[in-house]
C-alpha cells in the first residue's frame, strides 16, 4: 500500500511528517471477556491545513476512530493496534501524561450532541477556561481576554455576556459554536469534528461549517471531520475516506471519490444523499443492513449487498490505486 | 429566580390548609372530646355541656375550624389537658432538643454515608463496593428500635461507655442560651459539659443515622456512576484535564443534584425515626413528649406536636426546593 | 423475560424470606406451646432451655411461639396494606391521568397534602385518636403508601389519554377500563411490583414501629414490636426478650429489600457499550 498524501497541488516541503498517519490500523473492544474487532486494517493520512472527511453510516466505526487518536477510552475499552501517528509520533506509545498534554491542546476534538456535551452546571466561560488551565500558562486576566477573543471569532456578538451564561441559556447551534471555540483555545493542529452538525438545524448546520472552514483557513488547522452528510462533505472536504463496517473502502481527493466514485459502495452512498441524483435518477436505498461485527470475515463486507459482487470478492481484497492519492478496497472498481 | 421562589411559597399554601384541615378533621372526628375525658364518669349532662362550652365545642363546625385556623396563625395551640399548660410552651421547651437530636444525626449520616457512595462508586465492582452495599442494604432493613437496644445493651450495658438515656447526666447543666445544649455548652465554655453533651448524643444520634446512612450512600453511589457516564465527561477528557480534576469539578457536582434530591426526601424519615429513637433514649425531646400525650389521651398535646412535625417538614421541603433553584442553573434558565 | 436465577441477591432474599413464610404459616405445629399462655416459674430462660428454644419472656411465655404469631401478624397486615394501597393508588392514577382538567389538579392537591406529613407521623395520629384496632392500624399504614402507585400509573395513563384521542376510532367503544386492562397494567407491572416488594418491606417496619409505640393492634396479640417494647426493661437480664424479635424483624424486612433490589436490575434495560 501507498502512503496517501494531497493529491491536488505541488509537494510540500519535504519531510514534513502528515498530522495524522495511519497504517493497518485496527481497533478492538472489550466486551468482558471477548475481544471483538471494529475496526480492521484502515490506512490514511491528514495533512497539515487538510480537511478530511471520513464518511460512513453508523456502525462503520468512524467515531472509534476519533476516540482512538485522542486514546479517550482506556486501552482495556479500547484496544489500537497497528500505526497511529501524529506528526510523526506514535500515539500508542505516549504515556498517558503525554497524552494529556496533547488532548485540548495540540488535538483537539468537538461533539455531536452540544446540549450534553458541556456541563450544565458550569459557565460556559469558565469550561473554556478550564482547557485553558491545562495547556497554557497565560494568568487569569489573560485568559479572560482570550476567551472573549475566541468567542466573538465564533461569532457571538457579545462574548462577554456568553462567557457568563450557562449552556441551558444557549440555543443548539449556539453550544455548538461555543464547543468550537473551547476546541480552539489552544491553538490546535487537528481538530477533531465528530459529526458536529446532525443535531442542528440546516439552516445552523451552515453557519457552524462556515466558522470551522473560516477558521481553518486562518490558522492553517487540519480537520477530520466524521460525518454520514454527504452534501456537507461535497462542499468542504479536501480529501474524503469512505468507511463501511470498519473497512476503508475508498480514500481519495474529494473530486475523485465523490464526483468520480471508484468503489460501488461509495457510489450507492451518492444514490442515496438527499440532494444528489445520478443521472437525474431517483433516490434509492441500499439493500440489506450492514453485518454486524461479529459477521465479519476476511473478504469484501459489502458483497451481500453490492450489485458488482462475485466469486472473487469474497477473498481478502487489498487496496488498489487508482491513481496517486486515490485508492479503493475493491477489486471490480467502477470505471 | 424571586418569580420562583415565591411561585413555590405560593403552592405550599393549599398544601398548607389542606393540611390543618385534615389535623383539624381528626381532632374533631375522634370519639370523644374534652368533656369526655376531663370530667368523671358520673358527670352529669349540664356538666358535659359546660365542660363543652368552656372549650368551644357546642359551636358549629365551620366556626371552630375558623378559631382552630386563627389559633394556629397566633400560635395559640390550646392548653394541655394533663398538664394544664399552654401546648405552645410545652413543645417550645423540647423543640430544641429534638431538633439538635436531628441535626447530629443528619449531619453523621451525611459524614459518612457521601464519602461511602463515591468510595463505592470510584471502586465499582470491587470489593469495597460490594462492602458498602452490605453495609447500606443492612442499614435500611434494621429497625431503628433493635438496633438502639442493640447499641445500648453493648455500649453501656456490657462496655459502661456511652449511657442509654437522657441528654445531659444528672447535676450538669448548662445555661439556657439558645436551648440547644452543645452550643450552649461551647457558647458558656463548659466543656466538661459540652463532653457528656456529645457522650448523651453519640448513640440516639448513631441509631438515628443508620437507616439513612444506608439509603444516601446507595443514592451517592448510583449518582456518581451516571454522573460518570454524561457525555460532558468525554469532553473535559477530550480538554486534557486529569480524572482527579474531572471527578473534582465536573462529576462530583453532577452527582451532587440527586444527593441533595435524597437526602431532601429523607427528612421526612429523619422526623419520624426521631420520634422512636427519642422513646428508645428518653431523649427529652417532642418524640418522648407525643408518646407521654398520647398514652393519657391529651388530645390538644397530641395535636400540637403533630402539626409541629408536619409544619416542621412542609418548611424544611420547601427551603430544600429553593435551595434547588440556587444550585442548579437549568431551573432558572431560558433561551437566550 | 430471563431472570437471573443464580445472583446471590434473589437466592438470600428468597431463602431468607421462604423461611419466615415457611414458619408463619407452618411454625403452630412446630412448638407445644401456646403464645399467649404465662407460666411465671419459667419466666426469663434463656433460649434452648426447657424445650424453649428461644427461651422465656417475663410472664414466662414461649418466645419462639411469639415470634410465629408475630410473623402472621406482620406478614399478613404488610400483604392487605400493599394491596389495598396498590388497588387505591392504580385506581386514582388512572382516573386521575385520564380525565386531567379540574379532577386531576384537585386530586393531585390532595395528595400533596398527603405527603406533606411526614411518614409515620399521621399513621401514629390516626391509631391516636380513632384508638387501636386492626381495621385502624390497616388504614394508618395504607393512607400514605397508595401515592406511589398513584403517580406511576398517572403518568402513564396521561401518555396513553393522548394517545386515545389518535386512536380513538380503533379503540371499539372500549373507553378508560379498556384502555386500562390492555395498556395501563401491563406497562405498568413491572415498576408496580418493584415498589410493592418496598413497599412491603417498609410496611412491615412501620407496624412494627407502631407496635413498639404501642400503638398497634391491641396488645393481646404477640407482635414483633410490642415483644421488643416489652423486653426493653429485662435488656441486661434477659436480653433475648427484646433482641429476637429485632432480628426476625431485619431479616425479613432484608429479605424483602434484596428481593426488590434484584426485581430492579432485572427490570434495568441494560446499557450496551456503544460500537461506533
Known amino acids: 500500500m501507498t502512503p496517501q498524501t494531497a493529491s491536488a497541488g505541488p509537494a510540500p516541503a519535504a519531510a514534513e511528517p502528515p498530522v495524522i498517519s495511519a497504517r493497518n490500523l485496527s481497533l478492538f473492544v472489550r466486551d468482558g471477556r471477548k475481544r471483538i474487532r471494529i475496526v480492521s486494517d484502515v490506512s490514511f493520512d491528514i495533512a497539515r491545513g487538510e480537511f478530511f472527511a471520513l464518511v460512513g453510516e453508523s456502525g462503520s466505526g468512524k467515531t472509534m476512530i476519533a476516540r482512538a487518536i485522542m486514546r479517550l477510552l482506556p486501552q482495556r475499552m479500547l484496544e489500537i493496534e497497528g500505526e497511529l501517528s501524529f506528526s510523526g509520533t506514535r500515539l500508542t506509545d505516549l504515556s498517558e501524561a503525554r497524552m494529556r498534554t496533547l488532548r485540548g491542546g495540540a488535538i483537539s476534538m468537538i461533539f455531536q450532541e452540544p446540549m450534553t456535551s458541556l456541563d450544565p452546571l458550569m459557565p460556559i466561560g469558565r469550561q473554556i477556561e478550564e482547557t485553558m488551565e491545562v495547556h497554557s500558562d497565560l494568568g487569569h486576566r489573560a485568559r479572560m481576554e482570550r476567551i472573549e477573543q475566541l468567542l466573538s471569532d465564533v461569532r457571538f456578538a457579545d462574548p462577554a455576556k456568553i462567557a457568563r451564561m450557562y449552556p441551558n441559556e444557549l440555543s443548539g447551534g449556539m453550544r455548538q459554536r461555543a464547543m468550537i471555540a473551547m476546541a480552539l483555545a489552544n491553538n490546535p493542529r487537528l481538530l477533531i469534528a465528530d459529526e458536529p452538525t446532525t443535531a442542528l438545524d440546516v439552516t445552523i448546520q451552515r453557519e457552524v461549517m462556515e466558522i470551522i472552514q473560516r477558521l481553518r483557513e486562518r490558522h492553517d488547522l487540519s480537520v477530520l471531520f466524521i460525518s454520514h452528510d454527504l452534501s456537507l462533505v461535497h462542499q468542504y472536504a479536501d480529501r474524503v475516506g469512505v468507511l463501511y463496517a470498519g473497512v476503508l473502502m475508498e480514500c481519495g481527493g474529494e473530486a475523485d471519490v465523490i464526483g468520480r466514485s471508484a468503489h460501488p459502495y461509495t457510489a450507492a452512498l451518492l444514490n442515496c444523499a438527499p440532494r444528489r441524483r445520478v443521472n437525474g435518477a431517483r433516490r434509492q436505498g441500499i439493500p440489506g443492513t450492514v453485518p454486524s461485527p461479529l459477521e465479519w470475515d476476511d473478504g469484501c463486507r459489502f458483497r451481500d449487498r453490492c450489485q458488482f459482487a462475485d466469486a472473487k470478492c469474497a477473498a481478502a481484497i487489498p487496496v488498489s490505486d487508482r491513481a496517486p492519492g486515490w485508492s479503493a478496497r475493491c477489486v471490480r472498481p467502477l470505471s | 429566580m424571586l418569580h420562583l421562589i415565591t411561585t413555590r411559597l405560593l403552592g405550599a399554601i393549599p398544601v398548607l390548609l389542606l393540611v390543618t384541615l385534615a389535623i383539624f378533621g381528626l381532632l374533631r372526628l375522634a370519639p370523644g372530646d374534652a368533656a369526655d375525658l376531663l370530667l368523671p364518669e358520673d358527670a352529669t349532662e349540664e356538666q358535659m355541656a359546660d365542660m363543652r362550652e368552656a372549650w368551644g365545642l357546642d359551636r358549629p363546625i365551620w366556626v371552630q375550624y375558623g378559631q382552630f385556623l386563627t389559633n394556629l396563625a397566633r400560635f395559640d395551640l390550646g392548653e394541655s389537658y394533663r398538664y394544664r399548660a399552654p401546648v405552645f410552651d410545652l413543645i417550645g421547651e423540647r423543640l430544641p432538643a429534638t431538633l439538635e437530636l436531628s441535626f447530629y444525626a443528619l449531619l453523621l449520616a451525611v459524614v459518612v454515608a457521601i464519602p461511602l457512595g463515591v468510595l463505592a462508586a470510584l471502586n465499582k465492582g470491587k470489593t469495597i463496593d460490594a462492602a458498602v452495599s452490605v453495609v447500606a442494604v443492612s442499614g435500611v432493613s434494621a429497625p431503628s428500635f433493635w438496633v438502639g437496644i442493640l447499641l445500648v445493651l453493648f455500649f453501656s450495658g456490657y462496655l459502661h461507655l456511652f449511657p442509654s438515656s437522657g441528654q445531659l447526666p444528672y447535676g450538669v447543666t448548662v445555661p439556657d442560651i439558645t436551648g440547644f445544649v452543645t452550643l450552649d455548652a461551647l457558647l458558656s465554655a463548659s466543656w466538661d459539659a459540652l463532653f457528656q453533651a456529645f457522650r448523651y448524643l453519640a448513640l440516639p444520634a448513631l441509631t438515628l443515622a443508620l437507616a439513612m446512612i444506608g439509603i444516601i450512600s446507595r443514592i451517592t453511589r448510583a449518582s456518581v456512576i451516571d454522573a460518570g457516564q454524561e457525555e460532558h465527561v468525554f469532553t473535559a477528557v477530550a480538554k486534557g484535564m486529569s480524572r482527579r480534576s474531572i471527578v473534582r469539578r465536573h462529576l462530583l457536582p453532577n452527582a451532587a443534584i440527586p444527593v441533595v434530591t435524597i437526602i431532601g426526601l429523607e427528612l421526612g424519615a429523619l422526623i419520624s425515626g426521631s420520634i422512636i429513637v427519642e422513646v428508645v433514649f428518653s431523649w427529652p425531646g417532642i418524640g418522648t413528649l407525643l408518646f407521654q400525650a398520647i398514652s393519657v389521651r391529651d388530645m390538644p398535646l397530641t395535636t400540637g406536636i403533630v402539626a409541629t412535625y408536619t409544619l416542621l417538614f412542609i418548611v424544611l421541603n420547601l427551603l430544600i426546593d429553593i435551595f434547588y433553584v440556587f444550585i442548579d442553573p437549568r431551573l432558572r434558565g431560558s433561551k437566550a | ?276
Open chain 3, 1 to 276: 423475560m430471563k431472570f437471573d436465577l443464580l445472583n446471590l441477591k434473589f437466592l438470600l432474599g428468597a431463602l431468607l424470606l421462604g423461611f419466615v413464610l415457611f414458619l408463619a404459616l407452618f411454625g403452630a405445629w412446630l412448638t407445644p406451646f401456646d403464645p399467649n399462655r404465662q407460666d411465671l416459674m419459667a419466666s426469663l430462660l434463656p433460649p434452648l432451655t426447657e424445650g424453649h428454644i428461644l427461651g422465656t419472656d417475663h410472664l414466662g411465655r414461649d418466645i419462639f411461639a411469639r415470634m410465629i404469631s408475630g410473623a402472621k401478624v406482620s406478614l399478613a397486615i404488610a400483604a392487605s396494606v400493599v394491596l389495598i394501597s396498590g388497588v387505591v393508588g392504580v385506581l386514582v392514577g388512572a382516573l386521575s391521568g385520564y380525565l386531567r382538567g379540574t379532577p386531576d389538579l384537585v386530586t393531585q392537591k390532595i395528595v400533596e397534602s398527603f405527603w406533606a406529613f411526614p411518614p409515620i407521623l399521621l399513621a401514629i395520629a390516626i391509631l391516636a385518636f380513632f384508638g387501636q384496632s386492626l381495621t385502624n392500624v390497616i388504614l394508618a399504614l395504607t393512607i400514605q403508601r397508595w401515592i406511589p402507585y398513584s403517580r406511576i400509573t398517572r403518568a402513564q395513563a396521561m401518555v396513553l389519554r393522548s394517545l386515545a384521542y389518535v386512536e380513538a376510532s380503533k379503540v371499539m367503544g372500549g373507553g378508560l377500563a379498556w384502555i386500562m386492562r390492555h395498556h395501563i397494567l401491563p406497562n405498568l407491572m413491572a415498576s408496580a411490583i418493584i415498589v410493592a416488594t418496598f413497599s412491603m418491606a417498609t410496611a412491615i417496619l412501620a407496624e412494627a414501629s407502631l407496635s413498639f409505640l404501642g400503638l398497634g393492634v391491641p396488645p393481646q396479640i404477640a407482635t414483633w414490636g410490642g415483644m421488643l417494647a416489652e423486653g426493653r426493661s429485662y435488656i441486661t437480664r434477659a436480653w433475648w426478650i427484646a433482641v429476637i424479635p429485632g432480628l426476625g424483624i431485619f431479616i425479613t424486612v432484608l429479605a424483602l429489600n434484596l428481593l426488590g433490589d434484584w426485581l430492579r436490575d432485572q427490570f434495568d434495560p441494560k446499557k450496551n457499550l456503544n460500537l461506533t
